[in-house]
């Protein structure tokens, strides 16, 4: 039992954090620190610039042009960006969909989009939750009739993040209403650019262009784009769902954000205050067990158990944490959160301040985080499987 | 970082697991802890015999084990056992002369830990138990298996400052009295007691404490699940399991959640032990325990429902024990309160 990571991965860290100090710019970095609005050159910039080095797609197998790295040293990575306030790799491409080709994908379908995942040509957006189908997903509609050589797609996706910007999507849709609601779905890679698609915004509380619903009327999809067999897409989604996600409990995130939150409320009438403060220690705490937490879980795996319900633990918890972090900075700022100002979050404003530092973005980092206990599987569907998978309930 | 134990640890666990799943059943527990003396001197014998105290001492404290991760692994042991033997007086022996710790490893001598006062459970600072010309006076409470002791540990002011001191037995007058989780304690007064000055830091013997209450605390956390989420699963009401109610599932998950999030705060407190960050970790633990610790009882009796309630159900003894652990020595608050300068 040793808490202390080896020199190895010392060394290691050393090499992340002096490529991050080499080639994560102070522009870039400084927009996330402030959560001012990414554009698509900025994430494109930050993939490039990741690819480049070979680091993007960090979990691949190194034949498909992945690192080789073990789960410890891509916790490393992801914890040392988060903490030097590196943008968030988009993972529709190169953390969801690249798993699922290289597990079930075509020689043919890893030959032609993997590299194209990399070298950022294609943008991938996820088509999974509908307006009828949230938490019990398995009851989607969006259908996909076989005709001849090519499916036609009939319904509507919701909640797809950054679909604005993505030229594919990747598709649970109906092909069977035989048997149980799971046993009739379909994984189907769908070109944006096809006739019959519809992308509207969906703008959030915020006032953020995050999310948009997708609407298919009479979409034309080539037979060749779907990936396993047909009605085998409930296994692809499930496996994505337990697929080892190391970054789940957001560690880097909180860490960074909590030390913000120190900063800053000193400058606040939050400072002296004694009740404040244990709200504060109460989530340092916290932290500093789901740390050990996470790494407890990520040592299984590496020792080859399966991380399966124990990342459902990590996920409520760490997203409880990244929360509460969020309010208690929101708290901080008190009156002086409510100014909305959105021209404050883009590149070059020089409009006057107001508040202290963070109080532009407090508001909406917090009702912006609230997603994180709703999306990738509400917190109370994490409960429903830890129940199952680890209690036996 | 390596989360598995080593394969002397390992040994050890068994041997202590093996010895409280034959010798130290709920019945004989609860024969022993309800008893006139509090205490079995024969069980501590043998517990002696094993190596189960000097798994808490360093080799060149005349053990083989104590580090942290040795103090964790017995106490939560013991923990899951609710064993009431003075093990938490034998763990302050750290602080004795070798000749002395050495018979506590052999279970010959049994020290107390005498370290909270009234109005003060933890506070360091804030002892009126003085020392003046080698006499110490003062009042200690809640002394656990104080009567069983030969010697006493003491937290005592001097003119240097706080420190620990080492009292003979015959110069303690015990106020003794049944523990509401069972074995015995006291409150203790000493009158111009002659005291030996002890050399260890208290600190380093306190941070020792808090991890072991910590540790012990997590083992009762772990058996008060376990039992709770046998019970959902056989108890039936409206004609199926407890066990199919989604709002009884999620309470349970959310015990299991904070039970990791308990070890992971042990495991931090074993590691740092005797380093820089021993005291900021030890401190997060015993909060961590402590404010979990209340959580897992409560919810483990009202999960229960009616059964929990009574003196015959294990678990209400088990969720007795885990309540009053964080009661000793500083509760969630003290700690919390500490834990941003440490």
């Known amino acids: 039992m040793n808490l202390n990571f080896t020199p190895e991965q010392e060394a290691f860290r050393a090499e992340v954090q002096e490529w991050l100090a080499d080639n994560l710019s102070a522009r870039l970095a400084d927009k996330v620190r402030t959560s001012k609005h990414l554009t698509k050159q900025d994430m494109e910039e930050w993939h490039a610039k990741l690819n480049a080095k070979g680091w993007l797609a960090n979990h691949w197998p190194v034949e498909h042009g992945g690192p ?50 990399l070298d950022g040509t294609d943008w991938w957006c996820q088509g999974y939750s509908e307006p009828g189908a949230g938490s019990d997903l398995a009851s989607l509609k969006t259908a996909a009739v076989r005709e001849g050589d090519h499916y036609v797609v009939n319904g509507q996706k919701t909640w797809t993040t950054l679909g604005q910007h993505a030229d594919w999507i990747f598709c649970l849709v109906r092909t069977s209403k035989e048997g149980k609601p799971q046993e009739g779905i379909s994984f189907l890679l769908i070109d944006m650019n096809t006739a019959g698609i519809e992308v509207r915004p969906i703008y959030l509380l915020d006032g953020d262009h995050e999310v948009n619903e997708v609407w298919f009327t009479d979409v034309k999809v080539p037979a060749e784009n779907l990936v396993g067999t047909e009605n085998m897409g409930w296994t692809i989604a499930k496996y994505l769902l337990t697929y080892e996600r190391t970054g789940i409990a957001g560690v880097g995130f909180s860490t960074a954000a909590l030390a913000e939150l120190k900063r800053v409320v000193a400058q606040t009438e939050k400072a002296d205050d004694p009740l404040f403060a244990a709200r ?10 789901m740390k050990t937490t996470n790494l407890r879980v990520l ?54 301040e107001t508040g202290p530092d963070g109080a532009a973005y407090a508001a909406k980092d917090y009702f912006n985080n609230r997603k994180l206990s709703i999306f990738g599987g509400s917190n109370e569907i994490q409960k429903n499987i830890v129940s199952k998978a680890m209690l036996g309930m | 970082m390596d989360f598995t134990p080593t394969d002397d640890r390992r040994m050890l666990a068994d041997t202590l697991n ?22 079995s001197a024969e069980l501590w014998a043998e517990m002696a015999e094993l190596g189960l105290i000097g798994a808490l001492f360093a080799e060149d404290e005349g053990g083989f084990g104590g580090h942290g991760f040795d103090i964790a692994l017995i106490f939560e042991g013991l923990g899951r056992a609710l064993v009431v033997e003075p093990f938490h007086g034998a763990l302050a022996a750290r602080a004795l002369p070798a000749d002395q710790r050495e018979e506590v490893i052999a279970g010959a001598l049994i020290p107390a830990f005498a ?16 020392v003046t010309d080698g006499k110490l006076s003062g009042t200690k409470v809640a002394v656990a298996q104080a009567e069983a002791a030969h010697i006493f540990i003491v937290s005592a002011q001097d003119s240097d400052g706080p420190a620990l001191f080492m009292v003979n037995a015959e110069h303690a007058n015990l106020t003794a009295y049944p523990l509401f989780d069972g074995g015995r304690g006291a409150d203790v007064t000493f009158d111009d007691a002659p005291a030996t000055r002890l050399s260890a830091p208290l600190d380093t013997v306190l941070n020792r404490a808090l991890l072991a209450l910590s540790a012990e605390a997590l083992g009762i956390m772990e058996r008060c699940k376990d039992t709770t989420v046998d019970y ?109 300068a440490l």
């Open chain 1, 68 to 117: 080789g790295w073990d789960p410890v040293q891509r916790f490393i990575f992801e914890h040392e960006c988060a903490l030097a306030h590196a943008p968030r790799v988009v993972p529709f491409g190169v953390n969801m969909l690249g798993p699922v080709l290289l597990k079930y994908g075509t020689d043919e379908q890893k030959a032609h989009y993997l590299p194209r995942i």
């Open chain 1, 280 to 289: 504060v220690a109460k989530v340092d705490i916290a932290l500093e067990n």
């Open chain 1, 299 to 352: 040592a299984a795996a590496a020792g080859g158990g399966a991380p399966g319900a124990e990342s459902s633990i990590l996920k409520v918890k760490g997203t409880e944490i990244r929360q509460e972090i969020n309010a208690l900075f929101l708290r901080a700022m008190g009156p002086q959160a409510q100014p909305f100002i959105s021209e404050a979050l883009e590149d070059g404003f020089n409009g006057p």
């Open chain 2, 18 to 39: 093996r010895f409280l799943t034959d010798r130290y059943d709920h019945d004989t527990r609860m024969k022993i802890a309800g008893s006139e003396i509090g205490w």
């Open chain 2, 115 to 130: 370290h909270s006062e009234p109005g003060t459970s933890f506070a360091q600072d804030r002892l009126r138990t003085t």
């Open chain 2, 232 to 340: 959902l699963k056989t108890r039936r009401q409206f004609g199926i399991p407890l066990s199919k109610f989604q709002a009884l599932q999620h309470r349970a998950v959310d015990m299991v959640t904070e039970i990791e999030q308990t070890r992971s705060a042990v495991i931090n407190a074993a590691h740092h032990l005797g380093g820089p960050g021993a005291s900021k970790y030890a401190a997060a633990a015993k909060y961590t325990a402590a404010a979990t610790g209340r959580m897992i009882s409560e919810e483990a009796i009202q999960l229960h429902g009616g059964i929990a309630m009574t003196w015959e159900y294990d678990l209400a003894h088990a969720a007795k024990r885990l309540t009053m652990t964080a009661q000793i020595m500083g509760d969630e608050d003290v700690h919390l309160r500490r834990f941003p």
